[in-house]
């Protein structure tokens, strides 16, 4: 599995095949890599938990939770996708709220629980 993490867009290269250049075409660069372990993930959301005092802070926060959770599915985690979606479910109620502590607070829990 191949991970793309740009401005764009965060998540699984959904790309079955890498495109074919046409003649005279530039190279361009490959925003894809192997996909990160799930403790360097949430190291990666403690940092953007920061932000998270606005609504759009909320709103991108949320969006790169739901992309880690789905991750960590993906790889077997189960409790790290089931905590992160329960959080991102109470974020998502108030998001005119300030949950920089508090969402700093509770992603180094989870993270002490898989031993990141």
């Known amino acids: ?3 793309v993490d740009n401005k764009k867009y965060v998540g699984k290269d959904r790309r079955k095949t890498k495109p074919l250049l046409r003649f005279g075409e530039r190279r361009q660069a490959d925003d894809t890599r192997e996909p990160p372990t799930t403790a360097a993930m949430l190291r990666q959301m403690r940092v953007r938990a920061v932000a998270a005092n606005s609504p759009e802070g909320v709103r991108i926060f949320c969006e790169r939770g739901r992309v880690l959770a789905d991750f960590a599915a993906s790889v077997g ?3 790290v996708a089931s ?3 329960n959080l ?3 974020v998502e109620q108030e998001p005119d ?3 920089s502590d508090a969402l700093d ?3 180094s829990w989870l993270a002490e629980r898989i031993g990141a």
């Open 105 to 107: 607070r509770e992603l």
């Open 83 to 85: 905590e992160l979606a």
């Open 88 to 90: 991102i479910a109470r």
């Open 97 to 99: 709220a300030d949950w």
């Open 77 to 79: 985690e189960d409790y």
């Open 1 to 3: 599995m191949r991970w």
